[in-house]
C-alpha cells in the first residue's frame, strides 16, 4: 500500500462539529470512518502476509526458529506506518472518500468506496 501523502502517525484531537459536517451526523461519520480503516487495515494485512509468505518453511518449530534480518525490515516498515484509523480520517477530511447511503439493501445501509484508486484493494468488504 503506497501512502502518497503525509499522515500524521500520532492522536490528533479534532472538532467533532468538523467530521460530522459531511455527512450531517456524527454517527454516520463515525461508521464511514470504521468501514475505511477496516478495508485499510484488511489491505495491509493482506499486503504483509504476501511479503512474509516468503519466508515460511514447512519445518519451523520452536527450536528452529531464526531470525531473518529482510524479515524483521519488513515487520519494522509496517509497525512504522500510520495507522489506518488514521489513514481513513485523513482521507475523510480531505474529500477523498466516496459514500454513500443505500435504500434498505444494506446490512447498516453504507457503502464506502476510496474515491482514489490507490487503495483498489482495499474493497474487501
Not at 495491509?44 to 518453511?57: H, M
Not at 512504522?80 to 477530511?93: M, N, Q
Not at 447498516?108 to 484508486?117: C, I, L, N, Q, T
Request: without cysteine; negative net charge.
Amino acid at each position: 500500500m503506497d501512502i502518497k501523502k503525509k499522515v500524521p502517525s500520532n492522536t490528533i484531537t479534532r472538532d467533532i462539529k468538523n467530521l460530522a459536517e459531511p455527512t450531517g451526523n456524527i454517527y454516520e461519520s463515525v461508521v464511514l470512518l470504521y468501514k475505511r480503516a477496516n478495508q485499510i487495515a484488511l489491505a495491509e494485512k493482506k499486503e504483509l502476509a504476501k511479503k512474509l509468505e516468503d519466508f515460511r518453511t514447512d519445518r519451523d518449530t520452536m527450536d528452529e526458529v531464526f531470525e531473518n534480518r529482510e524479515q524483521i525490515e519488513i515487520s519494522k516498515y509496517y509497525e512504522k506506518l500510520p495507522k489506518p484509523d488514521l489513514i481513513a480520517i485523513s482521507e475523510f477530511e480531505d474529500g477523498e472518500l466516496y459514500y454513500r447511503m443505500a435504500g434498505t439493501s444494506g446490512e447498516d445501509g453504507f457503502s464506502v468506496e476510496p474515491a482514489r484508486k490507490d487503495y483498489s484493494e482495499a474493497d474487501a468488504e
